[in-house]
């Protein structure tokens, strides 16, 4: 069968680029494959780099492809092109939702418009696959009937987590974000909340540990959070130490999740949030807020409190922190880390690579079958 795949991009440190790369990787040892995309950093898929949409559809392998599959979470031109497909293509597109107006920047603001209006071509879709039932539920909300299924991302973060963290040795409590440094993701209250819980005891010692893709972040913000720890560490001494690493190789981000006791990510919207999964898998607790995907991404193992409600957050943060430091968590029962990271290994088992594979290559298989 002959595949291509369109997306505005395929590159690092990017939710949708890496679900992309999966897909293709998967689907191109039984079959013709080629991605067409503005940049792609992935040097050993097979991709095509595109100016603009004429460029993408009259390419042979597009006009002679059985299947065509667009990635969706914001516009793009080449997203258009699935007015243009072939008759005999058969159109897939996979949804990841849409961040809505409130949650993004003013200077986004259009894109957000036209990226609702594109969200129309959903029309022409023979099927969409939504990555979480959350996204699921949006695409229903906005009006689309369009046959659908629900297959989740992959995990790709070890599932393995320590024995022990470091903090049972030294006796600090990490703490780690991931995500973009963006109003929505709450890294303003991250810090209020550290600063808070570091007042509220004053025999604790805090690691501060925040990754972010920079190139999705809000520059204006970034010199905001870097004044508020700078303000934080004349405060409070040495009892706190924060670092942004900004875009982090994937080695150092499963690093930092795996010596941290606690993954706080007080998030306004999330269509899935692979984030939570890594934190879960990597034996940290979790501290969000109870919007959109996350409670189903939490697997009942998160502390969801009140989204922007910051007195409750910083409760919640106290709570934990008070956890990771008791006997109990560092004994064996039933309330210990031993007993929490199982549970969490459960959970997270259905996200690993090999689980989303077969079920995403199950889907193409029988989703094809209308080809012939």
């Known amino acids: ?163 022990l963290k470091p903090s049972c040795e030294d006796g600090i409590v990490r703490v780690a974000f991931v995500g973009r440094f963006v109003k929505s993701k709450g890294v303003g209250e991250i810090l209020a909340a550290v600063d808070a819980l570091l007042l509220s005891d004053a025999h604790l010692t805090v690691q501060l540990d925040l990754v972010g893709n920079m190139k999705f972040s809000d520059a204006s913000l970034l010199e905001a959070m870097r004044l508020t720890l700078a303000r934080l560490s004349v405060k409070h001494g040495d009892r706190v130490t924060a670092t942004i690493h900004g875009s982090a190789t994937d080695e150092l981000k499963s690093a930092l999740l795996r010596d941290a006791d606690l993954f706080i990510l007080p998030t306004y919207h999330e269509g899935f949030c692979v984030p939570i999964l890594e934190a879960l898998a990597s034996g940290c607790r979790v501290i969000s807020y109870d919007n959109s995907n996350v409670p189903a991404i939490s697997g009942g193992l998160a502390t969801l409190v009140p989204t922007g409600d910051v007195a409750a957050l910083t409760t919640a943060l106290a709570t934990q922190a008070g956890i990771v430091v008791s006997d109990a968590w560092r004994a064996g029962g039933a309330d210990s880390y031993a007993a929490y990271i199982a549970r969490a290994s459960a959970f997270v088992a259905a996200f690993e690579p090999a689980n989303i594979r077969s079920r995403f290559l199950t889907f193409i298989r029988g989703f094809s079958r209308s080809l012939y």
């Open 1 to 163: 069968m002959k595949i291509t795949y369109v997306h505005g991009i395929c590159i690092q440190h990017d939710a949708i680029s890496n679900a992309i790369r999966d897909e293709v990787e998967w689907l191109m040892v039984d079959h013709e494959v080629r991605l067409f995309t503005y940049a792609c950093d992935h040097a050993h898929l097979p991709s095509t780099i595109v100016q603009d949409i004429n460029q993408l559809v009259l390419n042979e392998h597009f006009q002679q492809s059985d299947l065509i599959v667009f990635h969706f979470g914001v516009y793009y031109p080449l997203f258009d092109a699935i007015l243009a497909c072939p008759t005999k293509a058969r159109r897939l597109v996979i949804f990841h939702n849409i961040t809505p107006k409130e949650y993004i920047q003013i200077a986004d603001h259009a894109t957000f418009d036209r990226s609702l209006a594109q969200l129309s071509n959903l029309v022409f879709a023979d099927h969409v696959v939504c990555d979480s039932h959350t996204n699921l539920a949006v695409m229903h909300a906005a009006g689309f009937t369009v046959p659908s299924t629900v297959l989740p991302l992959a995990l790709h973060t070890n599932p393995t987590p320590p024995h």
